[in-house]
């Protein structure tokens, strides 16, 4: 499958890309001193920001505006369980066939336990992105009814980003009289998925899972870059980027 204009852009214009090109555009324009030394001051000085975990621990938990459930959960009104994908392992050697990546895994785990704690069934939304024949929902399917025990009662296999999750899950869910749900995914990318589930016409339980740490105390490692802290900040951008968007898109 090729590559989407759409994933070449976001390649551009998300770290560290975006800081490469302000540092490579200074050196270009090393004629213009003024010029060139602003874009390779801005370029240099984003990255190093971006890569401080101080930084990208504010972005995320900025994002996080929705608290966890509370163990035991009671059901209320819902009716159901939906679990947006987050990527998948593609024909992964040492299983010999398509897996769940580390995102999508991490939503597996906590559906399950929302399963194990209110029975309610479950839909899974998640289109061909990067697999072959299956979907990330197929996988996802395999994933909870084999590994945790789970039975899937809805797959969504169409949707291409976390709009079209939405879109195509609620008609499903509509189709078998649902109007309410708990909406399974990471805490920073919630917000972005019930603005859209919502604007659907569905009633939304939020049930977010893998929280930012917490870390009150002063610690000399949040100020020191790392690598896992720049893509922490590209995640935290992408949902910025992503909710702005669809509120000019969708809205």
């Not at 971006?50 to 990208?56: A, D, K, R, T, V």
């Not at 459930?69 to 392992?89: F, M, R």
């Not at 010999?96 to 597996?108: E, F, M, P, V």
Request: with cysteine.
């Amino acid at each position: 499958m090729g590559v989407s204009f759409i994933a070449i852009v976001k390649t551009i214009i998300l770290p560290p890309a975006i800081n490469f090109a302000f540092i490579g555009a200074g050196l270009f324009f090393k004629r213009t001193k003024v010029f060139s030394r602003l874009l390779l001051y801005v370029g240099s000085f984003s990255l190093v920001l971006f890569c401080l975990p101080i930084f990208s621990s504010f972005l995320l938990k900025n994002l996080e505006k929705y608290p966890a459930l509370n163990p035991p959960v009671v059901v209320n009104d819902e009716k159901a369980i939906v679990v947006l994908s987050g990527g998948s392992y593609a024909d992964a050697k040492e299983f010999a066939k398509d897996t769940d990546g580390s995102i999508t895994l991490q939503r597996n785990y906590y559906a399950s336990f929302l399963y194990n704690q209110t029975g309610l069934p479950v839909l899974v939304t998640g289109g061909a992105l990067q697999l072959g024949n299956n979907t990330e929902a197929a996988v996802m399917k395999e994933t909870l009814e084999n590994s945790f025990n789970v039975n899937v009662k809805w797959q969504e296999n169409k949707s291409r980003n976390t709009a079209e999750n939405a879109i195509y899950s609620v008609a499903l869910l509509k189709d078998s009289n649902i109007d309410s749900v708990y909406l399974v995914t990471h805490a920073w990318h919630m917000p972005r998925s019930v603005m859209m589930f919502e604007q659907q016409g569905i009633s939304v339980t939020p049930a977010p899972t893998v929280f930012t740490n917490d870390n009150e105390k002063f610690d000399l490692r949040d100020y020191i870059p790392s690598a896992s802290a720049l893509y922490q900040t590209r995640i935290a951008m992408h949902e910025y980027i992503g909710i702005l968007w669809y509120k000019l898109r969708y809205n």
